[in-house]
């Protein structure tokens, strides 16, 4: 026998076509949803109850579709293939604008004019450099401390250096923090690689632009002035603003649940940062490096296919979670990497890529699935060829992020809906157990 349904319970007659009816068949009662941009809230199903049982929640690990904020960051259209920066085709951005120019996009919400333009490299610029106790911070590591450890650290640590970040409510306030934060990771960033190799950390040349500095600060030697080649100074730059912002993903997320406790943006980054430091988030380009060497050559792909039809293997750097279709940002890195590669020559392992992606795009079994290349899968031939160690793949990955995570936490601060993150769990343990002492349970 069921209980009786509440007396109280909304009814359905004229409901708006802006909503969803749904009927519990274990009352009988029926409820009107409304329909928001293609969404229901969640605290709407709470009125769904049986008797005096909590009200009905959803269940979702992963959060593979639940909407956890309003945001005009980024729009992200997976089956078409679309990615935008505020309404901005990536395309666009990568072809005509400059990292510094979408990070101040993705921050304001509009470009700049040249005014304000100058006015923010000025400001990027002038606060590059870093509190010299940072410098003997990054130096108490280990030797072999990884690059991306490191930079998670003294991203926190900043937070230290500047207490008044954490007064999150002055709009002025929040933009030196921004500021200094987009300045000193390639910082951070070319001095946990530095320190892994055992060089003297390289103070930044703030003649030299945002990521010609960057270079810089990672490559420079005994020359007095280090001139790294535009295409290569273009090309990581290209990467660093595919890389900008990626809607809500694990880091994203990281960054917005944390920073709604209403910490620092400091402590939230350094959330982003060690979120982007699991495998499954930042580490997949590195994956895709070890399976086109383990293939070897050209002549071994044959097999390899068929071991990933067979499921023995696993085709790294194709598919992707929100992308159904060709990732728009895998096409703009493949021009970047036959670029740089114009200046370093040619990595072997780039033919065994592109006989893999000619094989993907015309093979039954992979265009059924829809498997297309990702962003992943030429990233790391083009990393490479900077020379960089594999570990160190996603602290660029973490560099070029920064502006979209302050922005994503900048809209969360101001978004009057935030509540601090506290999703609720189905309990599966045990209860009502009498607890026996130690004396008794031992004896």
């Not at 390289?202 to 790294?228: C, H, Q, R, V, W």
């Not at 920073?259 to 982003?272: E, I, N």
């Not at 050559?297 to 598919?319: W, Y």
Request: charged residues 25%; aromatic residues 10%.
């Amino acid at each position: 026998m069921t209980d009786a349904p509440a007396t109280d319970a909304p009814a359905t007659a004229g409901a708006s076509k802006e909503s969803l009816t749904v009927r519990d068949n274990r009352t009988g009662v029926e409820y009107d949803l409304k329909i928001t941009d293609n969404t229901i809230r969640a605290a709407d199903l709470g009125q769904i109850k049986l008797g005096d049982q909590p009200g009905l929640a959803t269940y979702d690990p992963g959060f593979v579709n639940t909407a956890s904020c309003r945001s005009s960051v980024t729009y992200i259209d997976g089956d078409k293939g679309i990615l935008e920066y505020r309404g901005y085709p990536i395309e666009q951005l990568a072809e005509n604008s400059s990292f510094l120019e979408v990070a101040y996009l993705l921050i304001h919400g509009a470009l700049p004019t040249k005014a304000e333009y100058d006015a923010w490299e000025h400001e990027i610029t002038y606060h590059t450099f870093v509190h010299e106790n940072v410098k003997s911070f990054m130096e108490g590591f280990r030797y072999d401390a990884h690059p991306m450890g490191m930079l998670m650290a003294s991203v926190g640590a900043l937070s230290t250096f500047y207490p008044d970040a954490r007064n999150i409510t002055d709009p002025d306030n929040r933009h030196i923090q921004m500021v200094r934060m987009i300045a000193k990771m390639p910082t951070l960033g070319a001095w946990s690689f530095r320190h892994a190799q055992g060089k003297p950390f390289i103070y930044p040349d703030n003649d030299l632009s945002y990521t010609a500095n960057f270079l810089s600060m990672l490559f420079k030697m005994s020359e007095k002035k280090y001139g790294a080649d535009e295409r290569l100074v273009k090309a990581l730059d290209t990467l660093f603003i595919l890389h900008a912002d990626h809607e809500q993903n694990a880091s994203t997320n990281a960054v917005r649940s944390v920073g709604s406790t209403q910490v620092d943006p400091y402590s939230a980054v350094a959330a982003g940062v060690g979120a982007l430091y699991g495998p499954l988030h930042g580490g997949a380009n590195e994956a895709v490096l070890r399976m086109l060497r383990r293939i070897g050559s050209k002549q071994n792909i044959p097999a390899f296919i068929e071991g990933v039809k067979n499921g023995n293997e696993k085709l790294m750097g194709f598919g992707h979670r929100v992308y159904k279709n060709y990732d728009p940002r895998a096409k703009i890195i493949k021009k970047s990497a036959e670029d740089v590669f114009a200046v370093t020559g040619t990595n072997p392992l780039l033919e065994i890529a592109l006989e893999l992606e000619k094989i993907a795009l015309e093979d039954e079994y992979f265009v059924k699935r829809r498997l297309y290349p990702n962003v992943d899968f030429y990233s790391g031939l083009i990393y490479e060829a900077f020379q960089f160690p594999p570990e160190m793949f996603t602290v660029l990955f973490a560099i070029g992020r920064t502006p979209g995570w302050l922005a994503q936490w900048l809209e969360l601060v101001q978004d009057k809906d935030q509540k601090i993150a506290r999703p609720k769990q189905i309990y599966t343990g045990e209860r009502g157990l009498d607890f026996v002492p130690s004396s008794e349970r031992w004896a």
